[in-house]
């Protein structure tokens, strides 16, 4: 196999790593494979094999350990769309508990529909919250962004058994915003690596 | 986090302790790093590049290890690497770790598991 080949093969292998990890590292690694090519002078299926256990070996505690990153509350998120979701969220929640006041005020609702409502308005604020803690970038946007949409989700879940009658339109934007705040909340974060 | 109670962190991982051994008193890049401790251990302990780079990564954020700059190696090629150097934290932890090794050892040649070192 030729040099070029070789570096081409790790390379690939290198995609095992999380990708933090090889913004970081990678370069340094192919340039590590390099020396370590040119040593072995003819490098035959033993230090192949050397190279695949190396990878086999580190690859998956670097995975866990990036993923235990993301799962970190107190670390912050990231990307250009923070404020706009922030926005999203503020304007939604505030639409919402405008319209469970009204609701409540009009007072067409009893028993269970009443209770939906008074934990609408409570959701309502927690997203209102959630999104100006995206909007300041504070270190508990992430959770709270989490503990907001979960929530969301269940209310909507509630609120379609207790109103069928809701429109098509509400249901989308009710589902599909905490949906799109949890992907958000997910992907968006700042590598912790050095 | 950086590390505090250098005691706290022990034991270390072979691969770690070495790159600390390797690293006390000059400066090294990833792939001098992988030839001295080779070197030191007669071959034994092989690091590849994910166990270099995946200790390094975790020593970088307990502080034990910093960044030096990158410069090429003229022993190698013009390629531009990046050096590592030890932390006076890093000092500390390995002192400990080598302290801890010396006091097993030490209970092994009591129970005659091994012989006496020679000079």
């Not at chain 1, 340039?31 to 230090?47: H, K, T, V």
């Not at chain 1, 979960?150 to 589902?175: E, N």
């Not at chain 2, 990833?30 to 270099?52: C, F, H, N, S, W």
């Amino acid at each position: 196999m030729t040099a070029r080949r070789a570096e081409r093969a790790y390379a690939l292998l290198l995609r095992a790593y999380p990708p933090a990890f090889r913004a970081s590292y990678g370069r340094e690694m192919t340039l590590c494979f390099r020396d370590l090519m040119r040593d072995a002078r003819r490098p035959g299926l033993g230090f192949w094999m050397a190279i695949v256990a190396d990878v086999a070996r580190t690859a998956p505690t670097l995975r866990v350990e990036a993923l235990r990153a993301r799962g970190n509350p107190n670390e912050r998120m990231e990307g250009g769309g923070m404020r706009a979701m922030g926005a999203l969220a503020v304007a939604i929640g505030l639409l919402q508990a405008v319209n469970a006041l009204i609701e409540l005020k009009g007072g067409g609702t009893a028993g269970w529909p009443a209770l939906v409502v008074a934990i609408a308005i409570v959701l309502s604020v927690l997203l209102v919250v959630a999104g100006i803690a995206l909007l300041a970038d504070a270190s508990s946007a992430r959770t709270l962004s989490r503990i907001a949409a979960v929530c969301w989700l269940v209310l909507v879940v509630l609120v379609r058994a207790v109103h069928p009658w809701m429109s098509i339109f509400s249901t989308l934007l009710a589902v599909v915003f905490p949906m799109a705040l949890l992907v958000y909340a997910w992907t968006r974060r700042s590598p912790r690596t050095v | 986090m950086p590390v505090r109670d250098p005691e706290a962190q022990l034991p270390l991982t072979p691969a770690t302790f070495h790159i600390l051994l390797a690293l006390v008193g000059e400066e090294r890049h990833g792939y001098a790093i992988m030839q001295e401790v080779a070197e030191r251990t007669d071959g034994t302990m092989k690091l590849g590049p994910g166990t270099l780079y995946g200790s390094l990564k975790r020593m970088l954020e307990q502080g034990l290890v910093e960044e030096s700059d990158e410069r090429a190696d003229p022993a190698l090629d013009d390629e531009r690497r990046r050096y590592y150097r030890i932390t006076r934290v890093g000092l500390s932890v390995a002192r400990a770790e080598a302290r801890r090794l010396e006091a097993m050892v030490r209970s092994a040649r009591q129970k005659k598991l091994i012989g006496r070192a020679t000079a």
